[in-house]
């Protein structure tokens, strides 16, 4: 009643007769008094302009009525009651075919946007320049880059014909659509060809560039729009943040923080959000935690970024903490606060709160959601629930390759490699391809599985699909060749390489250790840096490691002390252990003991194990009794170092001594994981564990082993008691 009284007011304030079709109505005062506040009063205004009569076919303020009635509704979201006015309009200015246009694009219907705008221009209307942002929107939306190629060249055209006049806000458009439909090359083009650039064509280019992952560009950008005297606004200090944590470039994003503060962006959220983000990515959540402290206001992307922050710097229980504090502050769970939440209840083993958390996702019918499915295959497959896992993945009716990811991941945490490699092949069947993530988890699992052919396969999909050889790739090929055995396969995928890093150089330096080629190692280790690449604690341990297999005792120490004094790395237990088995496989077990003794740290049990393992290796009887009882102290638990004692027992024949650590691992209910391998015939991996007879070719498999045992002993070999014992 209230808005009909003012609809009535303001007509017969503004026309001179109130009951007929005004000929001096003013519109463009109309449409300023009259303004629906909701659904309902646009549709009684709609049914009271129709009874005065504004809908005339006569009427010369039809076509304006509709054409506001057309953008009321749109306003509201309500495209049918707009399609209604608009089919209803004898001529349809371009105002109303703007307005739907705008409707269709909000409502997220771009192919219908689209086919519109193709109408619009099929009935002879010009678009102009509120037109073609909207239409560059649904091609960018579409990642439609042709279509949008062809939208440009019709701007072009009607500028040169003079139909439109050049406009900043559809240069801006251009530029969004063109990185969203990542093509960079284009829109930095069109950027650097603009007469003048403001603020607005900055941020789309600079935001552009950083979605696109190019990251130091955005960051050139950003310094050249700096150099122009422009001050970046909110969302350009935002998408720098973004790529500063990218990049790691801690110091730049502190710099960043600085300017938001000086510019009072310190208050606003998206920022505030962003710059969590950003520490927590270059490894500082403490520095993040203090920005979330001092935010005035902080929503659900707040607490979740600086959840996800913690799981990813390994701070699993800060992690969960900061949840149940959420929780405690009103704000609910969503799929994105689930997703964050759940890699840190898995890795603390709190299934039960992991359950927990399942059925709130079943309850808010979370579940259709991959990325929740996929956290929560990884949450039970952390707390070696497999069932669970394989459970929902099954369940999941729209697997995505990262689902898939997950479920192999998740075999391949409980050590069931079969599994694992059976859901990679089931992959193809799905209609999916495997990513370089499934790769690169895959190819370890082929390596302990020794299924060769699989990973010739997967090097063969690599190279003919065009995923490239990137790094991590690279890296998993080289250390499965390696471990399988064919070092020269390493070494050729390493010399395919374009790029290489710390971990490719390590991998190759381990390698050859294990084949027994230390000099190779170091050759590799001299080549890496002749590139210019820093070696790391993880080098240091796979030189000394091969220097230990090789037998290159001065090398070693070498090595050992360029370690200390070249690049200033702290040895750690680690590196302790390579060089008492060093010292140790040369047969100097004093020095071996004395090099011990000499460390600025008490050493652990894989130290003392390493010297253990010297002893057995040279029948050091005395000496290995002395390091078993402070092993033993140290790690009580571990039956690899009683079994060690209990052989080197068994070497000197000393029976009675070898039944008392037998009898120990038996009181202390020690259970040696039975030693197992594969071999692949084919298509068919087979396994065998130690003591097993339950292969059903087992008594040729013995027959075979006895003429081997045969043929050694014929050659000269001398067998140890233990190991004789083992071949039968």
Known sequence: MLFRTKVNATIVTLTRQQHSVPIHFNASLFHRHVSPRNLDEARRLHALLLVLGFFQPASPHTPSFASHLVNVYVDFGCLHHAFLVFRALPHKPT??????????????????????????????????????????????????????????ATILENELHRKIKPNVYVQCALIDMFVKCGSLEDARGLFEEMPYRDLASWTAMICGTMWNGEWLEALSLFREMKSEGLKPDSVVVASILTVCGRLEAVELGMALQGCALRSGFDN?????????????????????????????????????????????????????????????????????????????????????QGKEMHSLVLKKEMVSDVV?????????????????????????????????????????????????????????????????????????????????????????????????????VGNSLMDMYSKCGFLELGVKVFNQMMARNVITYNT????????????????????????????????????????????????????????????GIEPDTEHYSCMVNLIGRTGDLDGAYKFITKMPMTPDANV?????????????????????????????????????????????KRWEDMSKVRSMIKDKRLEKKPGSSWIQVGHCIYVFH????????????????????????SEGYMLTIVNEQLLR
């Open 508 to 567: 190759m330096i381990s390698a050859c250790g294990a084949h027994g080629l230390g000099e190779k190692g170091l050759a590799f280790y001299e080549q890496m840096k002749e590139a210019g690449i820093r070696p790391n604690k993880v080098t240091f341990i796979s030189l000394l490691s091969a220097c230990s297999h090789a037998g290159l005792l001065d090398r070693g120490w070498l090595l050992y002390n360029s370690m200390i004094s070249d690049y």
């Open 690 to 713: 130690a003591t097993s007879t339950i292969h059903p070719a087992f008594a040729m498999i013995e027959e075979t082993l006895d003429s081997l045992l045969f043929l050694m002993k």
């Open 268 to 352: 606003d959220l998206y920022v505030s959000n962003t710059m969590i983000d950003m520490y927590c990515k270059c490894g500082d959540p403490l520095e993040a935690h203090r920005v979330f402290s001092h935010m005035l206001y902080r929503d659900v992307v707040s607490w979740s970024t600086l959840i996800a922050g913690y799981t990813q710097n390994c701070l699993y229980q800060e992690s969960y903490e900061l949840y149940v504090e959420m929780l405690n502050a009103g704000l609910t769970t969503n799929a994105v606060v689930a997703t964050c939440v759940l890699p840190a209840l898995g890795k603390l083993k709190l299934l039960k």
């Open 608 to 652: 003392l194990g390493s010297l253990l393992g010297a002893c057995r290796l040279h029948n050091k009887v005395e000496l290995a009794e002395l390091l078993a009882e402070r092993v033993f102290d140290l790690n009580a638990d571990d039956p690899g170092h009683y079994v060690l004692l209990s052989n080197l027992y068994a070497s000197g």
């Open 95 to 152: 105002f109303a075919w703007n307005a739907i246009l705008r409707g269709l694009v909000s409502a997220s219907h771009f192919t219908k946007a689209i086919h519109f705008y193709h109408s619009m221009i099929q009935h002879g209307l010009t678009p102009d320049n509120y037109t073609y942002p909207l239409v560059l929107k649904a091609c960018s939306s579409m990642h439609a880059l042709d279509l949008g190629r062809w939208v440009h």
């Open 372 to 472: 929740v499915g996929s956290a929560l295959i990884d949450m039970y497959a952390n707390c070696a629930s497999i069932k669970e896992a394989d459970s929902i993945f099954e369940c999941m009716s729209d697997k995505d390759i990262m689902a898939w990811n997950s479920m192999i991941v998740g075999y391949d945490l409980v050590g069931d490699f079969e599994s694992a490699l059976f859901t990679f092949r089931r992959i193809w069947g799905a209609e999916h391809r495997p990513n370089f993530v499934t790769l690169v988890t895959v190819l370890p699992i082929c390596t302990q599985l020794g299924a060769l052919r699989q990973g010739k396969e997967i090097h063969g999909y690599v190279t003919k699909s065009g995923l490239g050889l990137n790094v991590p």
